[in-house]
Structure formats: structure tokens, C-alpha cells
């Protein structure tokens, strides 16, 4: 690969060239496995092969940064996270911090029925349940999930404050109260859960004439956001999606219901106790984000982004008490 206009993908795909194979070894890599998987703001992401390379976003906190990483790699967590794969030296580009990973068949997008929300939903239980570990992976900082709210909001304040959109998503927020309980729960999270973030490990290779292996289990990738703090975060983005009627009653109940079943501690009887401040603020971030898009993209919200401009003002119509209070 050669990316002579883009010198982080193309150092990136050179690192995953030297991660994939041993030095002199040419490569018989098919193209349909070599490739750009993502390149974000937030992280870029090239296959190779059975791997990915990653660049992490810029500024990434290094401690933090090692502290996850070593998460994903602890043996406490091996049925939740798809590990790293060890690298004789830590990488870095242009001041980011490179790591490498097995490459992991995603979630369909083209067949929704087909969608592991029971096993996502035991997945994050588990990871729930699971003690913070010793060691590296035990200094892990507070997962970002509430602060990637507010940067949501910042991002549109700044990019598309003249918005016909922009008051109502800012009235949202505003009416949401204490988005970060300080005596909140303490627990292992992700911190940016969706089905995205679901893969299979891709196994060994089919051998001609002998039957095929058997599925590999689901995991979770990208642990940039996760650490510790407030479990019911990780549930918000599909209970904000059920709110707002993009996310079918039956499949939240599938979902919800599953991880009540896998000994989940994020939600109570009444799920809603826990779920409402997080699920509000995730609807909030979706329609901020939406907004600073579609200004930089030049184009009209679409209809799903519309429907989250709605529920923003439904939530803005309607102030907790303790809300209320706040404003008195």
C-alpha cells in the first residue's frame, strides 16, 4: 500500500507490513485483506492480513494509554476483550501511540436480525462484574463516556452554533442533571459501547477439504474509552436509541434481558433509575455530533439525526426534579 499524499496512513500500513511479517518474507496477502478500516479524528485503523494496526487519536494520555491497553491483555478479561497482540517494542506516529491487534470479522450492517445483542449484552456484564485487576491494568483513569458527552456539545458550540438545531440540543443538556455522580459506582467499562464495536476473532485459516471451524465467540475492541466508573454508561446508547424509537421494543427488551440474566450490576428493578441521566446524555452527544457533521459536510440532517433533534427537545420539555431544583 502507498498513500504518498497521506504519511500517517502510509507509515501506518508500513508498520502493519512489519508486524505481519517476519523481515525479508514477501507478502501473499490478498488485496481484499489489506486495506484502510477507519480513519478518524479519533483513530486510524489499517488491516494487514490476520491484523490490524491502530494510530490512536492525538494527545493521548500515555499512562492511560498503557493502563488500557494492558486491560485488554489481562487473562481476567480474556472472554470480553479481543487481546492485543505484543509487539517487541511500542509503536508511535507522529506523536500517537500505534498498537496491534488480531483482525476480528464486525457485526453485519446488512443483516440487522443478525445482530448479537444477547451476546453484547453478556459481554458487557461480564466485563461489569469482573474486579479491577492488579498491576498496569489496575491504574486504569475513569472511562470517558461522560466526558465524550460534553466534548460532543463543545464540538457543536464551536462549529455550528448558528444552527437551527443547535438551542434545542443546548436546552437538552442544560436540563440534564449531575451527568457525573462523584460517589457514583467504581466498575470496569468500556466506555463507548455499540454494535460496532463487536467483533469475531477471525481463526485460523480453512484448510481445503477438511470441515469448517467452529464460530469464534464475540468480542469487544477498542478500549480508548474504557476504565473505571458508572456501568450503566455502557447501556446508554441502545437505551437513548430505544427512547427515541429507533431501536425496536423487542430488541431492547432482548438485550436488556440478558444482561439482567448474566448478573449485570448496572441497573436495578426499575432500570430507568439508572439508565435516565446516562440515556439523555448520550441522546444529547448523537444530535450534537449530528449537527457539527452535517455543517462541516455541507448538508441537511438526515432522518435519523432529525428523530434525535426531537428527542432533544422532548427532554428539554421535560425537567427532572432535581433539574428543577437546580435552576431555583
Do not use: N
Not at 492485543?84 to 500505534?98: F, I
Not at 447501556?235 to 431501536?247: D, H, K, N, T
Not at 428493578?269 to 439508572?274: N, R
Amino acid at each position: 500500500m502507498d498513500f504518498p499524499d497521506r504519511p500517517l496512513l502510509d507509515g501506518l500500513a508500513a508498520y502493519a507490513h512489519a508486524a505481519a511479517h517476519h523481515p525479508g518474507t514477501p507478502c501473499r496477502c490478498a488485496g481484499d485483506r489489506v486495506g484502510v478500516l477507519a480513519d478518524r479524528d479519533d483513530g486510524t485503523v489499517v488491516r494487514h492480513g490476520r491484523l490490524v494496526a491502530k494510530a490512536h487519536a492525538p494527545g493521548t494520555d500515555p499512562e492511560a494509554h498503557r493502563a488500557r491497553i494492558a486491560l485488554a491483555a489481562h487473562p481476567d478479561v480474556r472472554e470480553v476483550f479481543l487481546p492485543p497482540l505484543p509487539v517487541p517494542k511500542p509503536g508511535e506516529l507522529d506523536g500517537r501511540p500505534v498498537s496491534v491487534w488480531p483482525y476480528g470479522s464486525p457485526v453485519d450492517p446488512a443483516d440487522p436480525d443478525a445482530a448479537p445483542w444477547e451476546e453484547a449484552a453478556t459481554l458487557l456484564a461480564l466485563l461489569h462484574r469482573t474486579p479491577p485487576p492488579a498491576g498496569p491494568a489496575g491504574r486504569l483513569p475513569q472511562m470517558r463516556a461522560p466526558v465524550k458527552a460534553a466534548l460532543a456539545v463543545d464540538r457543536m458550540r464551536r462549529t455550528a452554533p448558528d444552527h437551527p438545531a443547535a438551542a434545542t440540543v443546548m436546552a437538552a443538556w442544560r436540563s440534564i442533571p449531575d451527568r457525573v455522580a462523584p460517589d457514583g459506582p467504581r466498575l470496569l467499562c468500556h466506555g463507548d459501547f455499540h454494535l460496532g464495536q463487536l467483533v469475531r476473532d477471525a481463526g485460523p485459516a480453512e484448510s481445503p477439504g477438511t470441515p469448517p471451524p467452529p464460530r469464534a465467540p464475540w468480542r469487544l475492541i477498542d478500549v480508548d474509552d474504557a476504565g473505571l466508573g458508572d456501568p450503566a454508561w455502557d447501556l446508554a446508547r441502545p437505551a437513548a436509541w430505544f427512547a427515541a424509537g429507533i431501536l425496536p421494543p423487542e430488541i431492547w427488551s432482548r438485550f436488556l434481558g440478558a444482561y439482567q440474566a448474566a448478573g449485570g450490576p448496572a441497573v436495578g428493578a426499575d432500570p430507568w433509575v439508572q439508565l435516565d441521566v446516562p440515556a439523555r446524555a448520550l441522546t444529547v452527544q448523537t444530535a450534537a455530533l449530528a449537527v457539527a457533521k452535517s455543517t462541516a459536510e455541507g448538508r441537511p440532517l438526515d432522518e435519523v439525526e432529525e428523530v434525535m433533534i426531537d428527542t432533544c427537545a422532548r427532554i428539554a420539555g421535560h425537567r427532572t426534579d432535581s433539574a428543577a431544583a437546580a435552576s431555583t
